[in-house]
Nanobody
Framework: QVQLVESGGGLVQPGGSLRLSCAAS????????MGWYRQAPGDQRELVAVSRRGGDTNYADSVKGRFTISRDNAKNMVYLQMDSLKPEDTAVYYC?????????WGKGTLVTVSS
C-alpha cells in the first residue's frame, strides 16, 4: 500500500519561504508523476506543481517564478520550495503520486501566510 507523508508546513510571514517535503513508501519504485496540490478554505483542490520522471515540470500560473518542485527518485521524495509567499498561498498542501495508474494522496500539511 502506497503511503505519502508530507512535512514542512507552518506559519510564515508574507515574502517568506517554506520547503515542503513528501515521502512515498510502500515498496514502490519508478514513480512517474509526483506533484503538489492545495486547497484553501471554501475552494476546490487545485494543482500547484507537477514533476514527471523524465524531468518535465508544470506549474500553476499563480506560483510560476515563486515555487519550485524537485524530486529525489532514489528516495521516492518530492519537494516544493516556496518563495515570496503571499497570503493567498494559505492552504492545505497535498502530495500526489500517480503510480501504475492509481492516484495516491497524502493527508496534507497546512501552510499559513500571515503577518
Amino acid at each position: 500500500q502506497v503511503q505519502l507523508v508530507e512535512s514542512g508546513g507552518g506559519l510564515v510571514q508574507p515574502g517568506g519561504s517554506l520547503r515542503l517535503s513528501c515521502a512515498a513508501s510502500g515498496g514502490i519504485f519508478g514513480i512517474n508523476v509526483m506533484g503538489w496540490y492545495r486547497q484553501a478554505p471554501g475552494d476546490q483542490r487545485e494543482l500547484v506543481a507537477v514533476s514527471r520522471r523524465g524531468g518535465d515540470t508544470n506549474y500553476a500560473d499563480s506560483v510560476k517564478g515563486r515555487f519550485t518542485i524537485s524530486r529525489d527518485n532514489a528516495k521516492n521524495m518530492v519537494y516544493l520550495q516556496m518563495d515570496s509567499l503571499k497570503p493567498e498561498d494559505t492552504a492545505v498542501y497535498y502530495c500526489n503520486v500517480n503510480y501504475r495508474g492509481i492516484l495516491y494522496w497524502g493527508k496534507g500539511t497546512l501552510v499559513t501566510v500571515s503577518s
